[in-house]
């Protein structure tokens, strides 16, 4: 295995047979942004441990040392923020792909007297940013962008804020994210409150760097603070755990084992989601260790109150589904069409080039359970998660070869995902034609 199979444009991947093997995956990707930006917000220095290293979060760590921020490797995988931000960002901040980056440092800019500018890669470019421009600017920014200010770049004019109770028309830990931040140097509490509650590692972590912020029911509301530098330590994503889940179900005698897992609300319940297939898997919470084994699956349905734990999970367990026996049905899912890819698109896009019959419906799709998968070419659209599941169902699930186009994209979020799919299944790994 070479490291060059990070960056290659398209990767080829040889199966199929069960993943078998125990590892850890990179630090939880949603935790790491938010240790950076509060760090960087904060008196006094912050030293971050098992900081994700997919170029999501690097461009988090680019974008606070525009604001004179100091970033340094302190080495053993610690990495050592010092703020606090004082004034705006001496350039452009660019997110690339992230959608958490700079949606959060947008309400971080929000609260900074000055002039900021957020822009990110072509496919950021097209995600919606009114969700957070509305709210920031209903607190006092000024925020614009293309298409009157729905689009990135978007352009930030922040400073002298007041707090507002707000309810998101979405369930998004991005938009109740990026209103907290700003609501840190607001005048009066800002609250937000929750249709269905989403990931709470702002509201837990604002905590732990000294501010005031409490949780009433669905709502959050944070008081106008100061944050004191603390040392944090990033656990691993479960989200990634997922793609080596569904691989150990895929084929007979898969076994894995995945561990120090983040074990908070909100983002390991695709394993209930699994467990409601039939598998074989158990979280144990106290060991922070996740086991699956190999099972037969069963279709399951999934409504708008499972999409908000199981957002970015939807590609791989539709995986699952495709092997399930019967039908499996997705609904209120409709904010998957906004993610790195339309999700719900380039996801019946990839099941149906492994052979799957996938029916698109506006918020959902609905997957016809199949017992094979025929090799496939598969398009991941930019995105990382598109990419990983088709390796996943390439490696473990149909044989022969499938040429996954867009691989690169999977640096963003988990850099080593090829090498560690090769020691876990044995397929062969190598850079497209
Ligand atoms: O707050 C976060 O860290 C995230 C929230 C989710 O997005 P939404 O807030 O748009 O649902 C999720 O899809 C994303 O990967 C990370
Ligand atoms: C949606 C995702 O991330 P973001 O919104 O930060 O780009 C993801 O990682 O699946």
């Given at each position: 295995m070479t490291p060059d199979l990070d960056a290659v444009s398209s990767l080829q991947v040889t199966g199929a047979g069960p993943a078998r093997g125990s590892l850890q995956v990179p630090g939880d990707k949603s935790i790491s942004h938010r240790a950076v930006m509060m760090a960087a917000m904060a008196y006094g220095p912050t030293v971050i441990t098992g900081l994700s290293r997919g170029q999501d979060v690097t461009h988090t760590l680019r974008a606070v040392e525009r604001f004179g921020v100091i970033v340094t490797d302190v080495g053993e995988g610690r990495v050592r923020v010092e703020g606090p931000i004082r004034h705006e960002p001496a350039d452009v901040l660019d997110h690339g792909n992230a959608g958490t980056g700079i949606r959060l440092m947008a309400g971080v800019c929000a609260g900074i007297d000055g002039l900021s500018v957020l822009t990110g890669d072509r496919f950021l470019r097209r995600r919606p940013m009114d969700r957070i421009a509305e709210p920031l600017r209903?607190?006092?920014?000024?925020?614009?962008?293309?298409?009157?200010?729905?689009l990135a770049p978007l352009v930030v004019r922040g400073g002298g804020l007041t707090g507002i109770t707000y309810a998101p028309k979405v369930a998004s830990a991005q938009v109740k994210s990026a209103v907290l931040l700003a609501?840190?140097?607001?005048?009066?509490p800002t609250t937000v409150e929750e249709i269905h509650p989403t990931r709470r590692h702002t509201e837990e972590m604002l905590a732990g760097f000294g501010a005031r912020v409490r949780v009433d029911g669905?709502?959050?509301?944070?008081?106008?603070?100061?944050?004191?530098g603390t040392d944090v330590a990033v656990s691993g994503d479960p989200s990634q755990a997922a793609f080596w889940a569904v691989a150990a179900l895929l084929a007979d005698q898969g076994e894995v084992v995945v561990q120090d897992l983040y074990t908070g609300y909100g983002r390991s319940?695709?394993?209930?989601?699994?467990?409601?297939?039939?598998?074989?898997?158990?979280?144990?919470?106290?060991?922070?260790?996740?086991?699956?084994?190999?099972?037969k699956l069963r279709a399951v349905e999934l409504t708008a109150e499972d999409i908000p734990g199981i957002v970015d999970e939807v590609p791989v367990l539709a995986?699952?589904?495709?092997?399930?026996?019967?039908?499996?049905?997705?609904?209120?899912?409709g904010d998957l069409r906004a993610k790195e890819s339309d999700r719900i698109?380039?996801?019946?896009?990839?099941?149906?080039?492994?052979?799957?019959?996938?029916?698109?419906?506006?918020?959902g799709m609905v997957i016809e359970g199949v017992s094979r998968l025929r090799p496939a070419r598969v398009d991941s659209h930019g995105d990382h998660r598109i990419a990983m599941t088709a390796a996943v169902a390439g490696a473990c699930a149909a044989e022969g070869?499938?040429?996954?186009?867009?691989?690169?994209?999977?640096?963003?979020?988990?850099?080593?995902?090829?090498?560690?799919?090769?020691?876990?299944?044995?397929?062969?790994?190598?850079?497209?034609?």
């Open positions: 209903s607190m006092g920014a000024t925020i614009d962008g293309r298409e009157r200010g729905r609501g840190l140097s607001a005048q009066g669905h709502a959050v509301t944070v008081e106008p603070s100061e944050l004191t319940d695709f394993v209930g989601v699994l467990e409601r297939m039939g598998a074989d898997i158990d979280f144990d919470l106290a060991t922070r260790t996740l086991t699956v084994r190999a099972s995986l699952a589904a495709a092997v399930a026996e019967g039908t499996t049905v997705i609904s209120g899912a698109a380039s996801t019946a896009a990839m099941l149906r080039a492994f052979g799957v019959q996938v029916t698109e419906t506006e918020d070869t499938t040429v996954i186009d867009g691989w690169d994209s999977v640096a963003t979020s988990y850099p080593a995902f090829a090498a560690d799919l090769v020691r876990l299944t044995g397929a062969g790994a190598e850079p497209g034609a």
